[in-house]
């Protein structure tokens, strides 16, 4: 395999960023994925894809110039395991590739930041050190004072680093909050996720951005996410002190020009946060009204279940409901039968999808279940059958001759009457079967307040539940 030289190699890099942003973005997919290693067979597939349509030539040129090996000759990878997959850019190559898309920098924690706080420790216990010897052209002073520069200069960087990451961050989540739409379900889901990560990036980034920056914070310290007694800006103005203490003007213009650089970014995190305070608190509104939203649809919930008493009479809340007065500011509820009712409106959005599937898949299935054919009354099997089907039949006919205009107390015992009268080979058991002839002709219901009642015949004992049977001009007057 040929060997492509370090600036060729990142040239293609450069020419193949989507490449690179896919597999980042697998990687961050993985919220355990904390070193942001890749792994070989996703980088492997993604380069597949990205030749389809090259000639023979272009494919084979880019698989030499990005493949893993000669990315690690060209010292491009931190490392490359190939027993578990896996390997691992160099930081300014991620760095280089976050750079192009501001929305993919990473903001700095709180931990992130406390490792800033300890370079600046360490540089301030270096420069405060009695057997410093500040003498110039000295090795070990001259190593020092590269050590400082170098330690400010990647602190500054870092920085400048958040800032552009922040801002692209809240501008991208303040126009999906700022386009919301109400009557979409999918949009209004899409502004909840942001309006939370709206609250996650002003708590875990901006806030610990603004103490790091706060020189004055060690004046009045509290208690934040940052370590160390010393503001971290303080600290700061505390080495430039030891290099005005020996005449070094030279190394304290720099140094001073690297601390206002830095100061600068306080004014800028400033103003992200003044920016995001709308949205903080339009947030905390939002989830006030769900929280109250949330409360009035339990006592609701509630009121329906007390109603759920197994009755047919009493099951539906009235509009004078004590569990409506927080809308009466609304206007007046009215009552409505069910049958009168309004048809369902769906949601006009495209979140319906899960819905379409399922009546899709339930008209199939309903097209495709075979045709069920009924057949015919069988003949009785047995002399039993015979009799019990004529005795029926014979109920049947002396029921005809019930009167059905007349309201009762208690079916059963009325019905017991009758048929005691009118029907010679008459039962207790045959109770049971005369009974539901009445709901032909009329409303049969429990009765209010329920109560039982016994009928004892021939030796048999009836216990029931009390039912009411009126006529149907009667239920509906």
Partial sequence: MPVVNSDQT???ILNNKALFFRLMDHALADYKNHALEFTISDYDALLVATTK????????????????????????????????????????ILQMLQHLDSKRLRELSSAELNQLMKQLEECYRQVSDTQVMWIAGDDNFEELVSSVYSSLQHIASKLKSNVRALKG?????ATIVD?????DLERSDQVRVALNEILRIHERHVTPTLQFLDERLDIRRARTELF????????????????????????????QRIQFHILAMGREIGNIAKGLDSYVKYAEAERRRYNRTEQLYNALRGAVEEKQTGLLR???????????ASARP????????RAQSANVNWPKSEGSFALNEILRVRLEAELNKPRVEFSGVGKPTSDAEIAQRKFIEKMLAVMADFNYEQNYDD???????????????????????????????????????????????????????????????????
């Fill in 10 to 12: 990142i040239i293609a």
């Fill in 53 to 92: 349509g090259f000639n023979d030539t272009e494919r084979r040129r880019l698989f030499d110039t990005l493949s893993i090996d000669n990315l690690e000759r060209n010292g491009l990878l931190n490392y490359a395991d190939r027993r578990t997959g896996r390997f691992r850019l160099q930081d300014f």
């Fill in 169 to 173: 961050q809240t501008e991208r989540l």
């Fill in 179 to 183: 386009e919301k739409s109400y009557i």
């Fill in 228 to 255: 160390g007694e010393t503001a971290p800006m303080a600290l700061l103005k505390k080495i430039i002190a030891r290099f005005e203490e020996r005449k070094l003007t030279d190394h304290v213009a720099k140094l």
């Fill in 314 to 324: 009493d099951f539906m809340l009235r509009p004078d409901h004590p569990v409506f």
């Fill in 330 to 337: 609304l206007g007046g509820l009215k009552s409505f039968l």
């Fill in 411 to 477: 079916a059963f015992l009325s019905v017991h009457r009758f048929l005691c009268e009118h029907l010679s080979d008459y039962s207790l058991k045959n109770l049971m079967d005369a009974v539901p002839f009445l709901s032909a002709k009329g409303i049969v219901e429990l009765a209010l307040p329920a109560a039982s009642a016994t009928i004892e015949y021939k030796g048999l004992r009836l216990r029931y539940r009390k039912r009411c049977y009126s006529t149907r001009s009667k239920s509906h007057a």
